[in-house]
Structure formats: C-alpha cells, structure tokens
C-alpha cells in the first residue's frame, strides 16, 4: 500500500504543476460555500489511508465537478477500493460512486454568511461481495454556511442522509451530520486547518472525529493538502492520512 501511495502523490504533482481559483474544501468533510467557476471542470484527487488496529486499508477519490451558474455546479466522486484485512484476503476495486450538486442560495456579506445546499446520492455500483460497496443507495441532504472573521474562515455543516435505500424503515439506521471547520492562511501560499464532526447514526453507536491539516496552494488554480482525522469516541487510536490535489482548469 505505501509503494501505491507514493505512486498516486507523484502523479498528483504532475497533474497539479500542469494546471495554471482554488475552493480548497478538501481534505475536510465539513462542507464549505464556493462552487466551481462558471463553464469550467474542476478535478480533487484524493488518498486516504486507513491505520486500523487490526486491517489496513486505502481509498483513491476522484471527484469531477462542472460549474454550471456562478452560484451553481455539479459532480460526481469515483472511489477506488483497496482493502488489506488482518485475516482474509485482499481486495481492489470500484466503489460506491456519489452523484452531487452545491447551488448557493446566498452570498456572504459583512452582516451575514454565505449559505448553500447540497444533496447527494450514492450509486451502489461497488461489489458488496467483496466489501467494495454497501450494495444499497444512499440520498443526503446538506446545509452549509460559511463566514469570514477577518483572515479566519468558518464552516458550518447541517446534514441528513437516508442510507441503505430502499427498506422498510425509513428512519432506523439514518445518519445526522453536525460538523464546523475552521482554515486560517499563514501566508499566501499555505493554510493550516482543522475540523470537529459529529455523525449520530439512528439506532447505533455515535461518532466524533476531528482533523487538523495543512494546505499548500502551489497556484492560483492549483493546491494541495496533508491532514490527518483521528476517532475521538471511547479513546480509540484510529486515525486516517488524508493527501490529495483539487485544480480548476
């Protein structure tokens, strides 16, 4: 899995050297309120690696967005699944593949900020079998608000999502999203950032992650990122590497 990584973060370099407005939302779950320019693709390469106690683990997200209106765009995120159990074996694939859309309703002022929705549904394209999917659709909805206080930039995540469609239950095992980050510049080139989320899941145990990482804004369409989530539930010492790339053509 290491020699993969270093493969992927050395085709991200290419790929971002080559491209000449960046909305840095990545590595961060928490939502933030810029959409892609008007017209134009944007792309986020992303890898993350699991350090299980027990199993090991890596995903490579693409993530294709399309600026449809200045306030307005659309995507969808291509996972690639490689799985390397304690016991059992290994697995490489497609996952579950996630259609989305973000459309700012309002833009920020000094009085107020900014807001914008986005729904989601996830495509159960991945194995099941195999442990590459959930083998059902998942439909969300997200709330984000968004709020400079000087250099310092706040977002805040209000979410629901519908998971494993269609059942009988439409409520049991559904899952909540509270989450707020926070990214100050340092200069002109790097900014640190960090994150609290909390997923309370109907009818199963809750989670409360955070995150703290560093992006790298190589150009003006351009910028990197490093960060790492720890589990803070229970004292658990799992933790997820966070790298990845987001260019603006």
Known sequence: MQKLAVKVMAALLLVGLAASE???CRPLKTEDCGTTP???PALELGIE????????GCALCSVFNYGLAHNWDAGIEIPFVYLNPDSGTSQSGLGDMVLRSKYRFLE???????????PTFKIPNGDESRGLGSGKSDAGLMLVLTKGF??????????????????????????????????YPLDSRFSILGEVIHEPV????????????????????????????????????????????????
């Open 22 to 24: 960046v909305w840095p």
């Open 38 to 40: 008007v017209g134009r």
């Open 49 to 56: 690696a699991d350090m299980l106690n027990e199993d090991t």
């Open 108 to 118: 920020e002022t000094p009085s107020r900020p900014a807001f914008l929705v986005k």
């Open 150 to 183: 000087g250099s310092l930039a706040g977002h805040f995540n209000l979410g629901y999502n519908m998971l494993d469609l269609p059942r009988d239950d439409r409520f049991r095992g559904n899952a909540a999203f509270l989450g707020l980050g926070l990214q």
């Open 202 to 249: 109907s009818g199963a145990d809750n989670t409360l992650e955070g995150i703290i990482g560093l992006i790298w804004n190589v150009t003006g369409k351009t910028a990197y990122d490093l960060a790492i989530r720890v589990d803070l539930t229970d004292n658990n010492n799992d933790h997820l590497i966070i790298s990845g790339l987001t260019v603006n053509f």
